[in-house]
């Protein structure tokens, strides 16, 4: 009788350490392919990397870290039935993804009605506006991209530009979010103009704004090969005046695709690209400097500023599981709303409950192009 | 404003020679099998890709380009083999769904042995403008007007004066009486795929330095070439090019003159009118149906 006893609670200690041993889930849904690959894939990278550390580190909470991420190929339908599944099924503690604005929204709704916290690797403004209860993003938006460009401009004495942008999602709502907050800053946009996502040629809007007067610089909102095929095209037209480029392009592949063209050209972008020439007293330049050694020795490939935000992801993630001291859903979700001062490789973040993405104008850098590197702007 | 209009003109023929170059591939296949080869954007994406990476192994250009083309011509007859052949006696729409297959897994074979990033091409003479009446134009461009000019030259030469080209020909009128006066059907397929993709692969490479190139670069350059193709008259080496540059002036000037948002719809909404004026395309010849 009595060793029945002690051997069911043998028994049971067992399998409690056993519930205590199984692993914390992260869900995932990244476009790993498809358009927005190069969103994606490092996104992917960064997340593999990065659970493989934390675990070989002991993990979080005395547990091991699990991966599942599907490829959600750049399709929003797709992204929602992988979201449905991850909740579902797969019973995920927490889901870090959304490499597009689109796939982000469009699971939303599920991961709101789930109650489970969900922080979004995608770029625009209404994913944090209005605030909603169980989402978090790391990525600056198109907007503070304006805001930072405009200050630049109104201290180089423009109150003249020029708009020109791309038909893709990012560029027509970067170009909606500038032409919003142009007035803030005293700054008129005199030209606005547009290219296909494909297009092979932009000299036929550059002329156009070369001849409109006034104009004292131009912004290009786009990324992919555009905004390379814009900087040529203006070198080659000759136009003088300043040209800024978004966040969008902020990696070393476009000063390689532009060539000497991107000489002089400024973008607004995280520290990340710049970070070995940061100064030692930047708070910065540690976690940068770390996370850009790791992803380019393991994958030898440049690093670029969206495997970044899915390190941010998963570092909130675990920041504010160890400060709930478990994985219950809305503990974590408060958690995560309180976190205060975190240093990540988008900047600080100083999450609110009116602030879902927690993150200022101060976390981005002006870059500008010398010799064909990044530089920081004077 | 003539200097802007000069510009405009000049953007035109940049991006029109760039079309033409593109649609002359489809002319080939065509001739031959009266197939629309849907790859023909892939050959392109291949010969820039290829050029590209054995660039960056250390080749130098000329013979990265070499390599390219010839690697574009071994795929394309590849594909006869092994996905055209086994469909033999297969209806033409079976053939044409059978490259919008082929399309796809070069595009993800791409994606996997290259890697799905944006690479450029140094231009082959310098990035200096060529000005020319206020308006300028990169010496790339005159590369791709000129290789154009010569391929169709080169085209008119070799299905009108050599044995193969005229074989060609003769499959594409009437391939039961081809293959009776001892035309092997076979082997012209096999060449006629090959230099398609062989052309393809040499557009990709000229362009890449002014359009850069990615492994999904083949989608939107295949179509604008299929309707520059179809607006000049499918099968004609002329009226690729006129169907070309005519695509690009419209997309300039609309761009130029009316908005920036709507060129792609105008330059579609001519096309549009002109078909249904000339069914047959500009230099197209009196439609033939085949029995």
């Given at each position: 009788m009595k060793l029945h006893a002690w051997f069911a609670a043998a028994l049971l200690a067992v399998s409690a350490a056993a519930q205590a041993q199984a692993p914390i889930r992260i869900g995932a849904f990244l476009s790993v392919t498809g358009p927005a690959a190069f969103l994606g894939d490092p996104e992917q990278k960064t997340l593999e990397l990065y659970v493989e550390r934390l675990n070989a580190d002991g993990g979080v909470l005395g547990r091991k870290l699990e991966l599942v991420s599907y490829d959600s190929g750049g399709d929003a339908e797709k992204a929602r039935t992988f979201a449905k599944r991850l909740i579902e099924q797969d019973r995920v503690d927490l889901i870090v993804g959304?490499?597009?604005?689109?796939?982000?929204?469009?699971?939303?709704?599920?991961?709101?009605?789930?109650?489970?916290?969900?922080?979004?690797?995608?770029?625009?403004?209404v994913i944090v506006e209005p605030v909603k209860k169980w989402v978090f993003k790391t990525p600056h938006t198109d907007r503070m991209a304006c805001d930072k460009i405009f200050v630049d401009m109104k201290?180089?004495?423009?109150?003249?530009?020029?708009?020109?942008?791309?038909?893709?999602?990012?560029?027509?709502?970067?170009?909606?979010?500038?032409?919003?907050?142009?007035?803030?800053?005293?700054?008129?946009?005199?030209?606005?103009?547009?290219?296909?996502?494909?297009?092979t040629d932009m000299t036929t809007q550059l002329t156009k704004i070369r001849n409109t007067p006034g104009v004292q610089a131009v912004l290009n909102a786009g990324f992919g090969q555009g905004p390379a095929i814009v900087t040529k095209n203006y070198r080659q037209l000759g136009i003088?005046?300043?040209?800024?480029?978004?966040?969008?392009?902020?990696?070393?592949?476009?000063?390689?695709?532009?060539?000497?063209?991107?000489?002089?050209?400024?973008?607004?972008?995280?520290?990340?690209?710049?970070?070995?020439?940061?100064?030692?007293?930047?708070?910065?330049?540690?976690v940068v400097v770390s996370y850009k050694q790791a992803y380019e020795t393991h994958f030898k490939q440049d690093v670029s500023t969206f495997g970044g935000h899915a390190y941010d992801g998963l570092m909130l993630a675990v920041a504010a599981m160890k400060k709930a001291g478990s994985t219950d859903k809305a503990k974590v979700r408060d958690a995560l709303e309180q976190i205060r001062g975190y240093m990540g490789t988008a900047g600080v973040v100083n999450m609110s409950a009116q602030d879902h993405m927690g993150l200022d104008l101060t976390a981005f850098r002006m870059l500008e192009v010398r010799k064909g590197d990044w530089v920081l702007a004077r | 404003m003539s200097a802007q209009l000069a510009q405009f003109l000049l953007s035109g023929l940049t991006v029109g020679a760039i079309y033409a170059l593109v649609a002359l591939g489809f002319c080939i296949i065509y001739n031959a099998s009266h197939v629309i080869n849907f790859a023909q954007g892939e050959f392109v994406m291949i010969g820039g890709m290829a050029a590209a990476s054995f660039l960056g192994a250390g080749l130098p250009l000329p013979l990265a380009a070499l390599a390219a083309v010839a690697l574009a011509a071994l795929i394309g007859m590849a594909l006869v083999k092994f996905a055209v052949e086994p469909a033999r006696g297969a209806s033409v729409v079976t053939l044409i769904i059978i490259t919008i297959g082929a399309a796809i897994l070069l595009r993800g074979l791409a994606s996997i042995v290259w890697d799905?990033?944006?690479?450029?091409?140094?231009?082959?003479?310098?990035?200096?403008?060529?000005?020319?009446?206020?308006a300028t134009l990169a010496p790339q461009s005159l590369w791709v007007i000129g290789v154009t000019a010569l391929i169709v030259a080169a085209l008119w030469w070799f299905f009108n004066r050599t044995l193969t080209g005229k074989a060609i020909l003769a499959v594409s009128h009437n391939r039961l009486a081809?293959?009776?006066?001892?035309?092997?059907?076979?082997?012209?397929?096999?060449?006629?795929?090959?230099?398609?993709?062989?052309?393809?692969?040499?557009?990709?490479?000229?362009?890449?330095?002014?359009?850069f190139t990615?492994?999904?670069?083949?989608?939107?350059?295949?179509?604008?070439?299929?309707?520059?193709?179809?607006?000049?008259?499918?099968?004609?080496?002329?009226?690729?090019?006129?169907?070309?540059?005519?695509?690009?002036?419209?997309?300039s000037l609309g761009a130029g003159y009316i908005s920036s948002a709507y060129k792609d719809?105008?330059?579609?909404?001519?096309?549009?009118?002109?078909?249904?004026?000339?069914?047959?395309?500009?230099l197209g010849g009196r439609a033939t149906e085949r029995v």
């Open positions: 959304g490499s597009t604005t689109g796939e982000t929204m469009a699971v939303v709704p599920l991961v709101e009605a789930a109650g489970l916290p969900f922080i979004s690797l995608a770029g625009a403004v201290a180089r004495g423009v109150s003249k530009a020029a708009l020109i942008s791309g038909s893709g999602g990012f560029d027509k709502s970067m170009r909606a979010q500038c032409q919003g907050v142009a007035k803030n800053h005293g700054i008129d946009v005199v030209a606005d103009e547009t290219y296909g996502a494909s297009d003088t005046v300043p040209l800024y480029q978004s966040h969008g392009v902020a990696s070393k592949q476009y000063i390689n695709l532009a060539g000497d063209a991107a000489e002089g050209v400024r973008l607004p972008a995280a520290a990340l690209l710049v970070a070995e020439s940061l100064p030692d007293s930047d708070p910065q330049k540690k | 799905k990033r944006i690479h450029a091409l140094p231009a082959f003479s310098g990035e200096q403008p060529i000005e020319i009446a206020g081809a293959q009776l006066m001892g035309i092997s059907v076979r082997r012209v397929l096999l060449v006629s795929f090959g230099l398609s993709a062989a052309l393809g692969a040499l557009a990709g490479i000229l362009i890449a330095p002014i359009t990615s492994w999904d670069v083949g989608v939107m350059l295949g179509l604008k070439g299929f309707a520059a193709a179809i607006l000049g008259g499918m099968g004609s080496g002329p009226g690729a090019v006129l169907g070309g540059l005519t695509l690009g002036l419209l997309e719809a105008i330059a579609f909404i001519i096309i549009l009118v002109v078909l249904v004026l000339m069914p047959g395309g500009l």
